[in-house]
C-alpha cells in the first residue's frame, strides 16, 4: 500500500504539519510506502537550520520520515517563490514540479492533504 501526503502549512503556524509529520512516521511504522510532498508555505519544513525553542523541531520529524523510508518532494516554484533554493532545504528533499505530484497520486493507493 501506498500513501501520498500533501503538505500545504507552514511549520509552527498551525499543527497541521505537525499532524501530517506524525500521520506519516505512524504510516511508515505501520509499513506503508509514503511519498510527502511539500507545496505552497508547506515547504517551509525542509528549511534547514530549523531550530524552536517552545515547539517541537519539525525538522527533526522530516529527517524521521526520511530516514524511514519516505520520498520527499518539495514544490520548486513554492521555494523560488519564497526565496528558497536546493541549498536551503533539508538533504534527502528534492526540488520538483507539478508533474511529480501528479505521478505522485497516480501510483498511490490514497492521497491526504494537511
Known sequence: MKFTV?????PYGHERAYSALRFTLTSLLE???????????G????KN???????PNYLE???????????????GPC???????????LEGVVLSTMHDLVDFVK???KVISF
Open 61 to 75: 520529524y522530516l529527517k524521521n520520515c526520511i530516514e524511514s523510508g519516505a520520498i520527499v518532494k518539495v514544490c
Open 107 to 109: 501510483e498511490s493507493d
Open 49 to 55: 537550520s530549523q531550530n524552536p525553542s517552545q515547539a
Open 6 to 10: 500533501i503538505i500545504t502549512t507552514p
Open 43 to 46: 515547504v517551509y519544513l525542509a
Open 31 to 41: 509499513g506503508i510506502d509514503i511519498n510527502l510532498f511539500l507545496i505552497e508555505d
Open 79 to 89: 521555494c523560488k517563490a519564497r526565496g528558497l533554493n536546493e541549498e536551503d532545504l
